[in-house]
């Protein structure tokens, strides 16, 4: 049975810049050393582009999300997320912004005391003015896509760790955001729930690829073969990985 | 801390009128549900302590008052002692006690486990879900379960007086003088005061913990006292305001 796929209508928020990547730092401190110019961050990402930045405890890598969805504003330089620096947004523009943009925080995130369907339900149901109807088709169609059908109705704590983590992806891709950012979002899956995970968030509704940014302490090899660029963070600052992604094509798309 | 508070509040009424159509389903749903733990587990409690503090105060005062034959007088100790004042302090307390520990324990634990930095990274203010529902919650079970004291009261305090020999005529007759329109609406503006007390320095001291676990239980006690102050200095405010 093919369901018509639900296409999520945002409210009226802070225009994004046309032609913007979607995620941009530039000499940003990750590591709160004001005296340490050489120790800065700058990354772009373009559209479709999934890039990772792997790094031990000590890197900074733990700010990159923070930072990108404007949860914390940057001791330096500048964060854009489409343009827009996303920190010095006003409280409600910030909200209303961030829903252009996925987000699966350390962990996973999800509320305790709901369901696993309803914490995929979550976003759709308070951050768009859907009909409850569209609003539980929207969340069929995930629950479905990231095979949660099983489980949905367990709480966080009662389900396996991969399930915890499907349903905190079906949450950050819920809004059908053009960039996602993943906080160490492989850790304690196998390879083969990785990739699967990794290849769903990256594919938008319409089928086009997604800007991803993940963290990740290292990369299986399945996974590095999902990735258009690695990039290696030491010490608060960006390093391109020589071993590089798996899709070439992507790399050369001119976003840097 | 007032300019806080008074900013927690702000916010709280403003999320009000961000709802989004399902969201008001969903806030209509942890609303049902605040209701369902405040007020109606705590109907026997309540109906039982109402009834106990009744029974207790007019059969002394029957008693005391009969010996200078002033029993007439027993309206006035039941609606002013019992109904007016009373009544909605025990009951703004009891709420406390059950409600304002657990809404200040969950908004805490909600902020150390990130849930509330999930709820803003995903575009959802924390305050829609998480504050407004049992602000309103509070609001309409501490109303509620004031008038089911004063109704048990009313009650419980002719078993006291029946027992010492008083009709119902006459006690209805004697609690009914001064019994006013008043006092009714006088406790229903207290139970929305009241209410929106328990929710609001319960959920502002839950939410207010950063450093981890170790804080949730010292956020319950300044919440619960908080609001312990806050109802006691409302009462006060409300006897000048109705004298």
Redesign the interface.
Known sequence: MTATRVSIVLGPGVAEIAGAPPLVYRDVDLLGRADRADRRFSLTIGPGEVVAAIGDEDSGIEQLGGLA?G?EPPATGAVEAFGVPIALLPY?DL?????RLG?L?T?D?????LSLKDNVA???????????RE?EARVAQLIDDFRLRSIQTLRPAQANEEDRRRAAMA?AVA?NPKLVVLELPFVGLTSRAATDLLDKVSRGDDGTRRAVLLTSRDLTPSVRGLVTRIVRVVDGAAAEDKSGGGRPEVRESGWR | MFGGLARFVVRAVRAAA?L????R??MLRVLINQIRFTALQAIGLVAFLAAILAFLVISQSIRQLGRFGAVDNLGTIMVVAVIRELGPLLTALIVVSRSGTAIAA?MA??RV???V?????????PY??LVLPRMLGAIVSVATLMVLFDATALVSGYVAAATSGMALSRYMAIVLKTLSAKDVWLTLVKGVFFGASVAIFCSYHGLAVKAGPTEIPQAVTRGVVATIVAIFVLSAVFVVIAT
């Open positions: 969805l949860l409600y909200l209303a912004f961030r829903r987000y925080p962990g995130g999800l509320l305790q005391n979550l976003p759709v149901r308070f951050a768009t003015d859907h009909r409850l609003v949450r809004l | 961000r989004t159509r399902a969201g389903w969903v969950e634990t909600n486990m990130g849930e930095t999930a709820l803003e990274a995903m575009g959802i203010d829609i879900y």
